[in-house]
Structure formats: structure tokens, C-alpha cells
């Protein structure tokens, strides 16, 4: 097959740890609108991942989801509910599953490439799942593309130093590496002298069904995520309780966790429990309404006990769909995303007392924000568009599958 003809219509394997299991499972949704996307551009897409209590093949938005099997099925849960690092910390069973986990996984990505014959294989979350990509190189020769997230490399920097040779290997045998934000790609590049092309993942939601809601007297700060240490809830409610000695304001908490008794505590303490609306998950249609009626959204962001922080702040993008303003922590990979008193304002990680000031800056100001918000959804559109995402993509792959047909790619390891 010549070059063009690959080029324009590649078969692409999706290496990741897990996927959803069903339609309302909220793993990865910014994952699967790419692989959508791909397909729709006439790309096929297929992916594997590790199998969930026994679940097998199956079909997800159209796109075939082969997974490998690694366990008896009631104890097939290294992955999906948590990370894999968490639930092997617990239990004895769990901290040697990670053997049969790689094993069965390199089995059936090995398989899967000699049948399907793939173009392209797309690793995600390169640790360990490089090793997965590996097996199907060998199987039948083609690039790797793999993607870090950053959270894997923290591990290894914080906790699992000694698998700092995979990460490097990992990189080194990328025919591209890409990292979802410049931060991450900073990150990478400490293990590894390689070229890492930056590309983000993004979210568009549609508008809501319903208009913004009359309120009276008390403004609305928003919070949507996972209620855990690394995104820093603890320090926006505190910072709440600073800012309700001038303004009004009522802070809408999306999202479930660990962390949620403790905040729940948090704000009992500060004073403020009764201007905080904790939601938990809530459905499509209930998170498009909050994000119409915020007047500002928030993500605090701190590095955690693992040295862990936010790889990219995707939600600071959903944000910005709906011209909301928004304030975040100057970390991680937020700063590609936020560019201070232009597209939102940053505070330093932790610091209640600038929090609240550029809250209260957001909520009084008027014209600032609509300025802020007005340039955020611009941002929004500019850089983090999906059509933007999905063309670097194709380049990527396109670029590796030139790369092996005029021999400059070559298997390592």
C-alpha cells in the first residue's frame, strides 16, 4: 500500500487501561470524542483495553473495544473503579496482579495486531501499557505514538523511582511522543531527550435546554470535579469564607470523592455550609445548567501528598464554552490553558487569601467578566478547538506512517 493511501485512511489500535464499560460510565468521555471524531473522518478505530469482571468484546459509540482478560472475573477490578496504584497499595492480591494484568494484555495485543494489521499503534498512559505496544509491534511492524498524561510520570518521580528506565525507554521508542500539556512535556523530557509534540484534549458542551436561572442576592462560583486532595476544594471554601464578609456568593460543588466528608467538615468549620451546594454527580443535562448559571468558576488546584497536580484542567474548558470566567492555580498544565488577566485570572496554589481577592475581583467588576469570559471562549476556540485536536492527530499519524515506509522508523527495544 503506498504512502497516500495510508496516509488518508489508517488503522488505528488504542492501547489504554480502561474504557467505558457501558454508555453512562464517565471514564474518559474526552477519549472516546476523539476516537469519534477519527472515525467519523474515516479513520478505523479500534481499541484495547484490560476486561472488567469478566466483560468481554463489545461495541462503544460505534467503536470496537477488544478486552483482554488477566484474572478470575470477580477480582478483574485492578482498574476502572480507581487507579491501579490505589488499589494495589490495599490489598496483597491486587499488588501482584499487575503481572497477569501485562501478560494477558501483551497476549491479546499481539494477537490483535497480526489479524487486524493496524497502521498505526496509539499507546495511552505509557506506563506500564508500553509494553502492550511493544507486543504488537512485534507482531506486525508499525510506529507507536504514545500519549503521557502526566500523572504516570509524577508516580514514578514520587513513588516508583525504579522504573524510571521504562519511562525512558518508553519515550525513546515512541516514533512520537506527545504529552497533553507543555508542563507534561517538560515533565518527560527530564527522563528523556526527545522531541514531544504537544497536543491537548478538549470538551465543547452544547447549550442547555433551559435559559440562565433568576437569582437574587447571591452570586454563583462553580466547582466541577473529582472531590480529591490535588484539586485543592479545601482552599476555595475557605476562600469563600473570606469573600462572603463583602459579597454574597454561593459556591455549586459538582463531583464525588474521598474527599467529600472532609470538605463537608471544611465548610462546617469556615462557617459557610450553608452556601455550599455539595451535588455529587449529576446528569448531562443538570451540568450544562450550572455551567450557564455560574458567574464565575473555580479550579484551586494544589500539588497533592503524591507530588501529583493537574495535567491539562479540561473543565476550565467547558467553562469557557459558555463564556463563564474563570479563575484557576498557576500549575500544571492550567497555564496553557489560562492565560492570566487575559482569558481568566491565576493564584498561586493554596494561597485563600489571593483566591478570594480574585474572586471578589470576577464578582464586582462587571465588565471584567465579560471581558474574561469573552476571551476565554475565544481561547476555547482558538487553540482547543476538536477540529484543531483531531487534525494535529491525523499529522501525527500520517508523519509516523510516512516515517516507516521510507525506513527511518525502527523497532527498538
Known amino acids: 500500500m503506498g504512502v497516500e493511501a495510508i496516509s488518508s485512511r489508517m488503522r488505528i489500535l488504542h492501547v489504554v487501561t480502561a474504557f467505558p464499560r457501558q454508555t453512562d460510565d464517565p471514564i474518559a468521555p474526552w477519549l472516546v470524542d476523539l476516537l469519534v471524531r477519527l472515525r467519523a473522518r474515516g479513520h478505523e478505530v479500534d481499541v484495547l483495553a484490560s476486561a472488567y469482571r469478566g466483560l468481554g468484546d463489545q461495541s462503544h459509540e460505534g467503536i470496537r473495544v477488544y478486552r483482554f482478560r488477566y484474572f478470575l472475573a470477580r477480582w478483574e477490578r485492578l482498574t476502572h473503579e480507581e487507579t491501579a496504584p490505589d488499589r494495589m497499595r490495599r490489598s496483597p492480591l491486587y499488588a501482584i496482579m499487575p503481572l497477569f494484568f501485562l501478560l494477558?494484555?501483551?497476549r491479546r495485543a499481539r494477537a490483535l495486531a497480526r489479524a487486524r494489521r493496524y497502521d498505526v499503534v496509539h499507546v495511552h498512559w505509557p506506563m506500564p501499557m508500553v509494553l502492550l505496544g511493544w507486543a504488537a509491534r512485534r507482531a506486525h511492524p508499525m510506529p507507536m505514538v504514545t500519549t503521557f498524561y502526566g500523572i504516570e510520570l509524577r508516580w514514578v518521580q514520587s513513588r516508583l523511582?525504579?522504573?524510571?528506565?521504562?519511562?525512558?525507554?518508553?519515550a525513546r521508542s515512541s516514533?512520537?511522543?506527545?504529552?497533553?500539556?507543555?508542563?507534561?512535556a517538560r515533565e518527560l523530557r527530564r527522563f528523556a531527550d526527545v522531541p514531544v509534540e504537544?497536543?491537548?484534549?478538549?470538551?465543547?458542551?452544547?447549550?442547555?435546554?433551559?435559559?440562565?436561572?433568576?437569582?437574587?442576592?447571591?452570586?454563583s462560583i462553580l466547582f466541577v470535579g473529582r472531590l480529591i486532595e490535588r484539586k485543592g476544594v479545601a482552599h476555595l471554601i475557605r476562600a469563600l469564607g473570606t469573600l462572603r464578609r463583602q459579597t454574597p456568593?454561593?459556591?455549586?460543588?459538582?463531583?464525588?470523592?474521598?474527599e467529600r466528608?472532609?470538605?463537608?467538615?471544611?465548610?462546617?468549620e469556615t462557617g459557610v455550609a450553608e452556601h455550599i451546594d455539595f451535588r455529587g454527580r449529576v446528569s448531562d443535562e443538570a451540568l450544562r445548567g450550572a455551567y450557564a448559571d455560574a458567574d464565575v468558576f473555580v479550579l484551586p488546584s494544589v500539588l497533592d501528598a503524591r507530588q501529583d497536580t493537574e495535567g491539562l484542567g479540561v473543565v476550565l474548558l467547558e467553562a469557557m464554552n459558555y463564556s463563564v470566567p474563570v479563575i484557576a492555580s498557576d500549575i500544571g498544565g492550567i497555564t496553557d490553558i489560562v492565560q492570566h488577566d487575559r482569558t481568566g485570572l491565576l493564584v498561586p496554589?493554596?494561597?485563600?487569601a489571593a483566591l478570594a481577592n480574585a474572586l471578589s475581583r470576577v464578582l464586582t467588576?462587571?465588565?471584567?467578566a465579560r471581558t474574561l469570559g469573552s476571551a476565554g471562549r475565544q481561547r476555547l476556540h482558538d487553540a482547543f478547538s476538536w477540529d484543531r485536536i483531531v487534525g494535529q492527530w491525523e499529522a501525527v499519524y500520517a508523519r509516523v506512517v510516512r516515517q516507516r515506509v521510507n525506513g527511518t522508523t525502527t523497532l527498538s527495544g
Open 161 to 170: 523511582p525504579f522504573l524510571k528506565w521504562l519511562v525512558r525507554w518508553a
Open 249 to 258: 456568593a454561593r459556591l455549586v460543588v459538582i463531583g464525588d470523592g474521598p
Open 349 to 352: 496554589p493554596g494561597d485563600e
Open 365 to 368: 467588576d462587571g465588565a471584567l
Open 175 to 184: 516514533a512520537q511522543a506527545v504529552a497533553i500539556s507543555s508542563y507534561t
Open 261 to 268: 466528608m472532609r470538605l463537608e467538615q471544611v465548610a462546617r
Open 104 to 106: 494477558g494484555g501483551m
Open 198 to 219: 504537544v497536543i491537548p484534549y478538549t470538551a465543547e458542551l452544547p447549550p442547555p435546554s433551559t435559559g440562565r436561572s433568576a437569582r437574587a442576592g447571591e452570586r
